[in-house]
C-alpha cells in the first residue's frame, strides 16, 4: 500500500528511517510510535525503518506489549516494515567479554522480534558480526525469513576484506539471507555546508577546518590523530570535537564510480544526507545515486536518512520537512 505519490520509481520504495527523528525522539514529547504514526499522517514515506535501541524501552529485551503495539501502528498506518537496525556491542565489565553462545542469543531474539514485527532484515554495521556467529545464526535467520545486511558506509571501501569475507561465505553456505546495505554517506562530494557553519559558530578556524578537509579528501590513515593534535593547541568545546570526528567516521569521499562492482550486490540502500543546502552538492550527490542504481536495475527500498540532527534542532528542521525536501529532491533528480 502507497500512501504518499507514487513519484520515487517503479521499482524502488520510498522509505524513512526513524533515527532521522532524533532530536523528536529525545525531546519525548511524544512517544515512538507516535512519532512512527505522524510519519504515516504526514505522507512522506511509505516504509519504514526503526533503529531498535532507540525505538524500544524494553531494548534488547523486547517486551511483548512493545512488540505488539508496534504492529499496532503499522497496521493502522499501512506503511511497509523495512529493516531494523541491531546491535552487538562487545561487553567490557568483571565479567569479561560476552561468549559466542552470549552473541547468538543476543542477536538471534534481535532477529526474532524483527520477524515478529514484519521486517524483511536486520541492519548492522559492517565487521559487527564474525564469520563463526554468522554461520551460526544462519539456521534461524532461514527460518524466520529475516536477513542479516551489513551496512557499508563512511570510509569503506569496494575492496574492503570484510566485503569479500561476507560474499565468500554467502556463496560457500549457499544462502540469500546475507546481504548490504549501501549507504550514500560513502559518496560524498563536500563537508555538509551547515556543519561547517556550526564549526564556525562554535570558534573552529577556517584554517583548521580547511586542514581537515585535505586529510579527509587524501584519506589519510592518521587524519584523525592529526586533527586532535591541532585541537589540543586551541582548546575547543566538547560538541566542536566530536563533530571535528565525523569526516574521519562518518563522512566518505569516494565515487559512485568506485562501487559500481558493487551496487548488483546490494539489497537495500540509505539515502544518507546531513543537510538539504545545496552549496554542498547534495541534489548533483543524489542525481548520481539515482542514476547509478538505475543503470543496475535496483529494485527495493530506498531509505531517506537524515544525520544532520547533530548539529540541526527539530524547531528549524524538522524531520518531517527534512524528509518531505529529501523525497522531493530524490524524485526530481
Not at 500512501?3 to 523528536?24: H, K, L, Q, R, Y
Not at 535467520?141 to 575492496?159: N, S, T, Y
Not at 560474499?167 to 556543519?195: A, C, N, Y
Request: hydrophobic share 40%; charged share 30%.
Amino acid at each position: 500500500m502507497r500512501i504518499s505519490d507514487a513519484g520515487t520509481s517503479p521499482d524502488m520504495t520510498w522509505a524513512v528511517t526513524m533515527f532521522s527523528f532524533t532530536n523528536e525522539l529525545q525531546e519525548r514529547e511524544r512517544t515512538a510510535d507516535e512519532l512512527l504514526r505522524g510519519v504515516a499522517e504526514a505522507a512522506v514515506a511509505d516504509a519504514v525503518e526503526i533503529d531498535a535501541a532507540q525505538h524500544f524501552d524494553s531494548f534488547p529485551a523486547f517486551a511483548r506489549t512493545e512488540i505488539d503495539a508496534f504492529r499496532r501502528s503499522i497496521d493502522a498506518t499501512g506503511l511497509t516494515p523495512t529493516m531494523m537496525g541491531v546491535y552487538l556491542d562487545q561487553r567490557i565489565d568483571a565479567r569479561g567479554p560476552r561468549s559466542m553462545t552470549d552473541d547468538l542469543e543476543i542477536l538471534a531474539r534481535q532477529a526474532h522480534a524483527a520477524s515478529a514485527m514484519g521486517f524483511f532484515g536486520i541492519r548492522i554495521g559492517l565487521g559487527s558480526v564474525d564469520a563463526d556467529l554468522r554461520k551460526r545464526i544462519l539456521p534461524d535467520l532461514e527460518k524466520w525469513g529475516v536477513k542479516l545486511l551489513f551496512e557499508v558506509q563512511a570510509g569503506a571501501r569496494p575492496d574492503s576484506p570484510a566485503i569479500d569475507e561476507i560474499r565468500r561465505q554467502r556463496d560457500e553456505l549457499d544462502t540469500d539471507h546475507l546481504g548490504f546495505v549501501f549507504d550514500t554517506s560513502l559518496v560524498m562530494p563536500d563537508f555538509p555546508p551547515t556543519w561547517r557553519d556550526a564549526l564556525l559558530a562554535d570558534g573552529v578556524p577556517d584554517t583548521l577546518i580547511a586542514e581537515v578537509e585535505g586529510l579527509w579528501r587524501s584519506r589519510a590513515s592518521d587524519g584523525w590523530h592529526r586533527t586532535q593534535a591541532a585541537i589540543r593547541k586551541i582548546g575547543l568545546p566538547p560538541a566542536a570535537v566530536r563533530r571535528l570526528e565525523m569526516p574521519f567516521r562518518r563522512f566518505g569521499c569516494s565515487a559512485m564510480t568506485d562501487w559500481e562492482d558493487f551496487l548488483d550486490d546490494v539489497t537495500a540502500v540509505h539515502m544518507k544526507y546531513w543537510d538539504l543546502d545545496e552549496r554542498g552538492g547534495a541534489v548533483d550527490q543524489t542525481r548520481d545515486v539515482k542514476d547509478a542504481l538505475r543503470r543496475h536495475g535496483y529494485s527495493g527500498s530506498v531509505c531517506s536518512e537524515w544525520g544532520g540532527h547533530d548539529w540541526l534542532d527539530s524547531q528549524s528542521h524538522s524531520a518531517v520537512e527534512m524528509t518531505r525536501r529529501h523525497r522531493k529532491i530524490f524524485d526530481q533528480a
